[in-house]
């Protein structure tokens, strides 16, 4: 099927799409400064410039959309029905780039947790989401990590023989 837009209409589309400061970082970003936590935005220094970086807390968060990482399951993650490779190959290498910016900074000894878009996008899921990652952030819950299913919260390749995303 071909595109219904010129390239020009497309590209002028396309680069709308914004990588900062989209609403599901907002709500996250307003959640936290609420209740009392100050965070770094778009760390550059940090691998994958973090959405939000706590340094009191040694803790960055990604908010993802699902859509552009991969949110396998998800019915937001859907394959457009046009130029099927080139979506399959750049959707797979956002997330073989966020699996190893997970690891690289988890090396470096730092918590990554993920929200996806998803997770945020209804009321109830929300607050019961941002609840969950204030916890998970101040270490205030008791358990295990929150995000466990998350790619980021794999284990290393050497000690799992999982691969990402599978």
């Not at 936290?32 to 410039?49: A, E, I, T």
């Not at 190959?89 to 918590?111: C, E, Q």
Request: charged letters at 30%.
């Amino acid at each position: 099927m071909t595109d219904v837009m010129t390239p020009e209409q497309r590209s002028r589309c396309m680069a709308a799409i914004k990588g900062k400061d989209t609403k599901p970082e907002m709500i996250v970003r307003k959640y936290l400064f609420s209740r009392g936590l100050r965070y770094r935005v778009n760390n550059r220094k940090l691998p994958g410039s973090p959405d939000i970086v706590l340094k009191k807390y040694k803790t960055v968060v990604f908010i993802d959309g699902c859509f552009w990482h991969g949110h396998e399951g998800c019915k937001y993650y859907r394959l457009p029905k046009s130029n099927v490779d080139f979506w399959r190959h750049k959707i797979t290498m956002n997330m073989a780039r966020d699996y190893a910016n997970g690891v690289d900074l988890r090396l470096a000894g730092w918590r990554v947790i993920r929200i996806w878009e998803c997770e945020i996008k209804t009321k109830t899921k929300r607050d019961e989401t941002l609840e969950r990652l204030y916890l998970e952030i101040t270490g205030t819950r008791q358990g295990s990590n929150v995000y466990e299913s998350t790619p980021e919260a794999m284990p290393l390749a050497s000690e799992s023989s999982v691969p990402y995303g599978g």
